[in-house]
Each structure stands twice: as C-alpha cells, then as structure tokens.
C-alpha cells in the first residue's frame, strides 16, 4: 500500500511542471501579439476610421453648383471633411470652416466657381485650396467631373461620384 500510494503521488507532481510549461508559453504568445500590435501600429488605426456615410451628388440649380445629399450613415461634421472636385484639366479643394453636421435626408449646396468655395451645409461658408492657383474651378455645362468627400482625420474617403454638369 505504501507503494501505491508513492507512486500516485509522483505522478501528480509531473503534473504541474507541463502546466507551468504551458501556461508560460500562452503568456508569451500574449504579450508578444500584443507588443506587435504596438509596434506595427495597427492599434491605432482602428480608432482614425473615417465615418461611414452614403452620399449622393448631382448637378443643377446653377452651372457651378453641385448638391450633396446625406442618404444614411452616420453625421457628418463639416469641419471635418474635404471636398474635392476634378476632372482631366482642373481640380479644386473646398474645406469647410463651420462645424456645422449635415445629417440624413439633408443637403449640402457647393458653389464650385466661388474663389471663397461658398459651402451651404445647411448654411455654411468655406475656404477654398484650389491645386492650379487661387481660382475655384469653373463647371462646364455637359462635362463630367469627379466629387469626392474626404475625412480630414483619417485621410479615407467617404464617397465619391462622377457627375455631368448641367445648368
């Protein structure tokens, strides 16, 4: 009985090492997915994710002025957005000044031939970085154009569209 009972005992105590073992491996593996994140950066760009919004945009009401319609998705400051518009020969940057949001089932109104890029959103005013000089770019009546809307934070777009200006 004396032997059985040594035998058993031995026997348990073989045990806790591979546990050890294994639970200082998973504590490794741990720390070094977390270290790497760290490192790699990937944790932070979870949080500069740009809102996720669906626009629509068309032209009318006036040559240079396009219209952006919130159609869901989450509100949209407009301090914090950049609102290009191009085509092969011209581009223009629009930057609102206002915090103003535009939320869904609202409409922005961008006057593209304004050098001060007049900006309703709802009833909003911007400044105007224009890539060929300080002029804003002039809609030419049957041409398209491409508009996109940029969140300043993250450097992601939210949307974009091609266009045909129409008077």
Do not use: C
């Amino acid at each position: 009985m004396t032997m059985e009972g040594t035998q058993s005992n031995s026997d348990e105590r073989a045990v806790s090492p591979v546990i050890g073992v294994i639970l200082m491996v998973a504590i490794t593996v741990i720390l070094a997915a977390v270290i790497g994140t760290f490192v790699l950066g990937l944790g932070g760009q979870v949080s500069n994710a740009a809102p996720q919004a669906s626009l629509s945009f068309s032209s009318g009401n006036g040559i240079d002025n396009v219209t952006i319609s919130h159609d869901g998705g989450e509100t949209l400051v407009a301090s914090d957005v950049t609102i290009v518009v191009r085509n092969d020969s011209a581009s223009a940057r629009f930057q609102p000044q206002n915090a103003t949001e535009i939320s869904v089932g609202e409409r922005a109104l961008l006057n593209t031939s304004n050098s001060d890029g007049l900006l309703r959103w709802p009833q909003d005013v911007a400044s105007s970085e224009n890539n060929i000089g300080n002029r804003a770019i002039n809609l030419s009546d049957g041409k398209k154009y491409e508009v996109l809307v940029i969140d300043k934070k993250s450097q992601q777009q939210i949307a974009s569209a091609t266009i045909t200006a129409r008077s």
